[in-house]
């Protein structure tokens, strides 16, 4: 199998018609964030968005592209962390691009992470009943997942994402320097929704990260590898189902159990992160595919071998501090945006490799497994 492998000077496409656009994967690329701006707005300005800790660390040399081809800028600076995914910060981002007098044709530079992605994106949604976007993510979580296909939006206090939009991007530029200086934890956490995709229906690509994991995290070739397969699979993922009405949902392994953990947690950082709640929760899915005879306990043992391996959480008890009740994350479970008249709606799986859409599984199920993972 070839692992994305994408020659250089190409880049991954998303087909979406009239909609469609390119990821572009390589080293230094911010340097040509000027030329991108000039091509997408020719004579526009742009608004980067982006959070306190990617401004310091890499702000100047997106500016210092902008600057060299000329274009005006303005930056909006939000602080870093989930709590920004918030109607005020919304409200804020909104004023700012109507302050710096951004018209419809300008570009808004959404600059950072999955929040700064999924906020910016948002923003530029609604700003002028739509404004267009690039999206440069600095974390592996959104270089791999959310900077891809079109969801933004914000939490609110009923739950994550609930408020939102499909928006795609007019382009993706994944410039692998900007990780870097990204944390251990945050990397580790973005490489979660690598393992993702090997879970969800690329068996083999899952091998490949088992046999070449410690050249992922030393940074070396097989990370392009890595993000380049990813972004191959979300993009045809995208291209099949853009609006999740099917395929789409398998990409959300894992993500109903850590979405209910993220909520229990209050976003809280210090005890979890999206790409930790997702890993712990690919677990749960696989654990409760195994209690309905699903998948074997083979293959549970092995993911979650995989991602103890590399240092991920992998249990409930992994999260510092107080623990949830299954009551407690059934009621987060419950405003999830997989629940459909009462009944919900999982990412089960038969296997590695093998996710499904399951419909209407009973919520007594849920709570009566969680009930017994939480007396262990
Ligand atoms: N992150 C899941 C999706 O884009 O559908």
């Not at 210092?64 to 962390?81: F, N, R, S, W, Y």
């Not at 951004?102 to 910016?120: M, P, Q, T």
């Not at 789409?248 to 992160?273: K, P, Q, V, W």
Request: hydrophobic letters at 40%; a negative charge.
């Amino acid at each position: 199998m070839t692992i994305g492998k994408i020659p250089a000077g190409e880049a991954v496409p998303v087909e979406l018609g009239d909609r469609s656009y390119k990821i572009e994967i390589g080293r230094g690329l911010l340097k040509q964030v000027g030329t991108l701006a000039e091509h997408f707005a020719p004579g526009g300005r742009c608004a980067i968005v982006t959070d306190a800790n990617v401004n310091a660390a890499q702000g100047e040399k997106l500016r210092a592209g902008l600057d060299a081809a000329q274009i005006e800028h303005a930056t909006i600076e939000v602080p870093a962390g989930e709590k920004s995914k918030s109607t005020d910060m919304l409200d804020q981002v909104v004023d700012q691009l109507l302050a710096a007098r951004l018209e419809r044709s300008d570009l808004v530079l959404a600059f950072g992470g999955g929040v700064v992605g999924d906020l910016a994106g948002f923003a530029a949604a609604v700003t002028r009943r739509g404004m267009r976007f690039i999206q440069i993510p600095t974390s592996l979580l959104a270089q791999v997942d959310s900077s891809v296909g079109g969801k933004t939006g914000i939490n609110s206090r009923h739950g994550k994402n609930l408020i939102g939009a499909f928006h795609q991007p007019v382009h993706v530029l994944i410039d692998l320097d900007v990780l870097t200086t990204l944390p251990n934890r945050e990397f580790r956490a973005g490489y979660a929704e690598v393992v993702k995709y090997g879970l969800i229906k690329f068996p083999d690509f899952f091998k490949w990260l088992e046999q070449n994991h410690n050249a992922v995290f030393a940074h070396e070739e097989a990370l392009a590898e890595a993000i380049a397969k990813s972004c191959e699979a979300k993009a045809e993922i995208v291209k099949n189902d853009e609006t999740e009405k099917g395929e789409r949902a398998l990409l959300n392994l894992g993500h109903t159990f850590g979405h209910a953990l993220e909520g229990f947690t209050s976003y809280d950082s210090d005890r979890l992160i999206h790409g930790e709640g997702v890993a712990i929760g690919m677990v749960l899915a696989h654990e409760f595919s195994n209690r309905l005879n699903l998948c074997s306990i083979d293959d549970v043992a092995r993911m979650k071998a995989h991602l103890q391996t590399v240092g991920l959480p992998t249990t409930i008890s992994d999260i510092p501090g107080d623990l949830p009740n299954a009551d407690t994350l059934m009621d987060f479970i419950a405003q999830d945006k997989k629940v459909v008249r009462g009944s919900l709606t999982f990412i089960l799986t038969n296997g590695i490799g093998k996710a499904y859409i399951a419909n209407e599984i009973p919520p007594c199920e849920v709570n009566a497994f969680l009930k017994d993972r939480l007396s262990k």
